[in-house]
């Protein structure tokens, strides 16, 4: 069965950094590009970061660019976000996601989230 | 960058088709679109991707279309199961890896 579990959140102070894991079960991460997803409180879907199967490429939403890092370990079927320079505005539940591999662009299997609130 | 709007909330009867609509400059022309089912305290569960195909276990009231500057995620005979926030998502090719989601319709079944 197909899991991501996120680790690493928690309570943070403005301008303080912070970094998330994500761990996969039950599938071979390096065949799979990633993502972080982020919800801020009773609000919509936010893209923040992406990076292909063997972490060449990256991207990262505006809102966080200069500021937040993605990156990969395959060997330990782990994803990672670092995060800088926090601010309140990056308070909300980060999702891990995979993308379906191709072209489609589509992220088919999601975390169940981990908070971050900075405060 | 890309902007993908969608209505804030759409309300109908069950067994009522529900068409939710996503709007984007030429999405038709350029985007693969998916869309997402939240349900609250969950999340999100893709439930339609390029733009019409399912994955396994969507039941096939849920389908998708995409032309000109709209594309439209279409619920057939709804239950109340089915209330629940939707989103659509793009990537946007003009900026490698770049994701785009859409501001979200919550769908209420009465």
């Known amino acids: 069965e197909v899991q991501l579990v996120e680790s690493g959140g928690g309570v943070v102070r403005p301008g303080g950094s912070l970094r998330l894991s994500c761990v996969a079960f039950?599938?071979?991460?390096?065949?799979?590009?990633m993502g972080w997803v982020r919800q801020a409180p009773g609000k919509g879907l936010e893209w923040v970061s992406a990076?292909?199967?063997?972490?060449?490429?990256?991207g990262h939403a505006d809102s966080v660019k200069g500021r937040f890092s993605i990156s990969r370990d395959n060997a330990r079927n782990s994803l990672y976000l670092q995060m800088n320079s926090l601010r309140r505005e990056d308070t909300a539940l980060y999702y891990c996601v995979r993308r379906i591999p191709g072209a489609a662009h589509a992220f088919d299997y999601w975390g169940q989230g981990i908070l971050v609130t900075v405060s | 960058s890309y902007v993908l709007t969608q209505p804030p909330s759409v309300s109908l009867a069950p067994g009522q088709t529900a068409r939710i609509t996503c709007g984007g400059i030429?999405?038709?022309?350029?985007?693969?679109v998916h869309w997402y089912q939240q349900k609250p305290g969950h999340a999100p569960v893709l439930v339609v991707y390029d733009d019409s195909d399912r994955p396994s276990g969507i039941p096939e009231r849920f389908s998708g279309s995409n032309s000109g500057n709209t594309a439209t995620l279409t619920i057939s005979r709804v239950e109340v199961a089915d209330e629940a926030d939707y989103y659509c998502q793009v990537w946007d090719s003009n900026n490698d890896y770049y994701y785009v989601f859409g501001t979200g319709t919550r769908v209420t079944v009465l």
């Open positions: 039950g599938f071979i991460l390096d065949e799979y590009g």
């Open positions: 990076i292909n199967w063997n972490g060449a490429n990256t």
């Open positions: 030429n999405i038709g022309g350029r985007k693969s």
